[in-house]
Nanobody, 124 residues
Framework: QVQLVESGGGLVQAGGSLRLSCAFS????????MGWFRQAPGKEREFVAV????????DYADSVKGRFSISRENAKNTVYLQMVSLVPEDTAVYYC?????????????????WGQGTQVTVSS
């Protein structure tokens, strides 16, 4: 059974940076596109970033383009989300998710496995 465990969240001031990590186990990591999603209080979960299984293709939500960067190390079964120039609107629980589709997707219904989430809080 695939398991995903996020880490790296925390409290940071506006303008600061954080790097989230997601450790994958219980399957073949290279078979999955990996995505990051987030959910702020009172809001629906939204797409943040995705990286294809080989790492050749990425996509980002408009709200994070130029500030967030997704990457993966297949040898370590880990996906990362580097976040810089954080703003209070980035405050949310961040989830990583695994999608076995051929193409990298931004819609959450394609992701069959989810982590428990890590809290990111950006103070103004």
């Amino acid at each position: 059974q695939v398991q995903l465990v996020e880490s790296g969240g925390g409290l940071v001031q506006a303008g600061g940076s954080l790097r989230l990590s997601c450790a994958f186990s219980g399957g073949s990591f290279i078979n999955y596109n990996m995505g990051w999603f987030r959910q702020a209080p009172g809001k629906e979960r939204e797409f943040v970033a995705v990286i294809s299984w080989a790492g050749h293709s990425t996509d980002y939500a408009d709200s994070v383009k130029g500030r967030f960067s997704i990457s993966r190390e297949n040898a370590k079964n880990t996906v990362y989300l580097q976040m810089v120039s954080l703003v209070p609107e980035d405050t949310a629980v961040y989830y990583c998710a695994a999608d076995p589709s051929f193409y990298a997707n931004v819609e959450d219904q394609y992701y069959g496995y989810w982590g428990q989430g890590t809290q990111v809080t950006v103070s103004s």
